[in-house]
């Protein structure tokens, strides 16, 4: 060969070598992975998916196919990302095969059938993620055996049967969310043994059973959801463990017992919903030990007794849901101080008292609603410091007033026009109509609010300040009634309250406040105060022993008997008489179907016809 020859041939075997080298190595995966590639692609509609670019390339191009990752030398492959690529079709138990695989995310695609058994056997795996694929049959077993894996997510398939807790071994789990499916049985206490665990998202599904309280041992968990499911039985004190814990849901369950106190140790707390069980007893003082805490959640549950003052102490506090419980007592005016509080929740409960006028601190606050309590009372002129939506709340059905034309405009404006319309409230222009040695009679103006009801009568000795409820009507359409009873050249005060009875928009009774109190002084006439008894049968028997000149009843009826129907609850009856002479006297009497013990007419106190016996 020619010098010039040979060095031409040199240079162009050098070119090759260097050309060689710029160009791909051909990865030299298993024919085991490669036909698992394969059968992915074939068994899911490869041909129709959205990201399918360079798949079913000749041998040794395999992690050039699109989502498909392998490892730096090209031997394995680690990462399958075909998510949101409609991939339609039954899951291939040949992935397994995949032994490097570490990644595996085929989320928010078609699927049919169930997760493969086999996949069990990855034997590198940290993440498999499935969610919203429309998976169903049941979890397998068998993905307990994947010791490296960390992330699980199936949520929101059709996934069902119980959860297995062989899903308690892989050490490494850090999430694990089967949410969204319709798994149901109990919630393993293995899961208890995931020292590592993070998150834990098992709610919208059909699980039963109690809260293990082992899952008190998870110490690194950050989020426990359980929402939207049947579990019963207590919340475990042990939850109280979880000291990183940033958001506990229990919602919408069947939990009985009351809220464990150790839950207001958990400092880093940002959300607690509890709402829609069955929980019973008080709100544990310590929550207002829950410095992190912007919502909490408790309503539509049983919980009694009063509004802990402590809940003032949740400086980060935006939400606060306490509605319809049974809670009583009179809304804390530490709650005042809650100045990032945006929405306040007291409807539906029991609570008294007026409102407390530092709710109008609440700078932040846009919606409260404190709809069908028992609140009375003037409404402080503070609340209109209060920046709230317009048309963002209610205080409907309790007994709230406002005189002040500036606030009734506010609460107009915010409330709708119609918030005083259900209101309780004391009945206007009280006046005495008539007097006689032993009753005064008064009057007064109907109030427009029509729910059942009626007025209570109020009687204390002039100036004494000591009210003793004397009488009440039965129905809010009486105007005049007469307190019986009095000593004869007596002052009295009297005083005209309104209640409205439990009905559908408010189990409550609410009972006004008392209005502006009326005095009269009783007369001298050496006049006598009639007696009306009471005869119970099919219909009750009235009558006023001795004899008169005159009988008006407030029946309507003018005989010295009457007739009126068996009550169903208290109602008052009374009776205006004429004695020869001048004398007017009038005498009531209360019907209360709670002295009866037999329909045959015995009551109470009357023993005298009992048997020895047995019936």
């Known amino acids: 060969m020619k010098p010039n020859q040979a060095s031409y041939w040199a240079l162009l075997t050098l070119a090759a070598v260097v ?11 298993p024919t085991a992975e490669r036909n698992a590639l394969i059968d992915l692609y074939t068994s899911t509609g490869g041909v129709n998916w959205t990201h399918n670019a360079g798949w079913l390339g000749a041998p040794g191009t395999e992690c050039s196919w699109e989502r498909v990752t392998c490892n730096s030398e090209g031997t394995t492959v680690t990462r399958i990302q075909q998510y949101s690529g409609y991939l339609v079709g039954p899951l291939p138990d040949s992935l397994a095969d995949l032994t490097g695989l570490v990644y595996l995310d085929l989320s928010d695609n078609y699927f049919s059938g169930s997760i493969p058994a086999s996949w069990g056997g990855f034997s590198s795996l940290t993440h ?3 969610d919203n694929s429309e998976l169903s049959g049941s979890i397998p077993p068998e993905l307990g055996n994947i010791s490296t894996l960390q992330w699980l997510d199936l949520n929101g398939n059709t996934l069902t049967g119980s959860i297995p807790a062989s899903l308690g071994n892989p050490t490494f789990l850090r999430f694990i969310d089967l949410s969204g499916n319709d798994v149901s049985g109990s919630i393993p206490a293995a899961l208890g043994n995931l020292s ?9 599904n059909d699980l039963t059973g109690s809260i293990p309280v082992e899952l008190g041992n998870l110490t690194d968990l950050e989020n426990l959801l359980l929402y939207s499911n049947q579990l019963t039985g207590s919340i475990p004190p042990e939850l109280g463990n979880l000291m990183f814990l940033l958001d506990l849901d229990l919602s919408g369950n069947q939990l009985t017992g009351s809220i464990p106190a150790s839950l207001g140790g958990l400092s880093n707390l940002a959300q607690l919903t509890l709402e829609s069980n069955q929980l019973s007893g008080s709100i544990p003082a310590s929550l207002g030990g829950l410095s992190s805490l912007t919502r909490l959640q408790l309503g539509w549950n049983q919980l009694t007794g009063s509004i802990p003052p402590e809940l003032g102490d949740l400086s980060s506090l935006v939400w606060l849901s306490l509605s319809d419980n049974e809670l009583t007592g009179s809304i804390p005016a530490e709650i005042g101080s809650l100045t990032g509080l945006e929405s306040l929740f007291l409807n539906r409960n029991q609570l008294t008292g007026p409102i407390p006028a530092e709710l ?3 700078s932040s606050l846009q919606y409260l609603w404190m709809i069908s309590n028992r609140f009375v009372g003037e409404i402080p002129m503070n609340l209109m410091n209060l920046t709230i939506y317009n048309q963002s709340g209610h205080i409907d059905f309790n007994g709230l007033y406002a005189s002040d034309p500036s606030l009734i405009a506010f609460l107009n404006q915010k409330f709708g026009t119609t918030w005083a319309v259900s209101q309780t409230v004391a009945p206007e222009n009280v006046v005495v109509t008539d007097v006689s040695d032993h009753s005064v009679w008064l009057s007064w103006d109907p109030v427009s609010y029509g729910d059942p009801g009626g007025f209570n009568l109020y009687v204390s000795p002039a100036g004494a300040g000591s009210w003793t409820l004397f009488d009440w009507t039965a129905e809010k359409g009486t ?3 007469p307190v019986t009873g009095l000593d004869p050249d007596t002052p009295y005060d009297f005083a005209v309250g309104s209640f409205t009875e439990p009905h559908a928009n408010n189990l409550n009774l609410v009972v006004s406040d008392a209005g502006a109190p ?9 006049c006598a105060q009639p007696v009306i008894q009471s005869i119970w049968g099919d219909d009750v028997t009235l009558s006023v022993s001795g004899s008169f000149d005159t009988y008006q009843w407030s029946t309507g009826q003018t005989t010295p008997t009457v007739d009126v129907p068996v009550p169903t609850s208290p109602r008052w009856y009374w009776v205006t008489v004429t004695f020869p002479g001048s004398c007017e006297e009038s005498s009531t009497v209360l019907l209360d179907p709670a002295d009866l013990v037999f329909l045959d007419g015995f009551e109470t106190s009357d023993t005298s016809a009992w048997s020895d016996s047995s019936p």
């Open 19 to 29: 050309f060689a080298g710029a160009l791909p190595v051909s990865a030299a995966i």
């Open 128 to 130: 498999l993620i499935l």
């Open 196 to 204: 590592n665990l993070e998150n834990l998202w098992l709610q919208n």
């Open 360 to 362: 109008g601190d609440l």
């Open 479 to 481: 105007t005049q009634f």
């Open 518 to 526: 009326v005095m009269a002084t009783t007369s001298n006439g050496g």
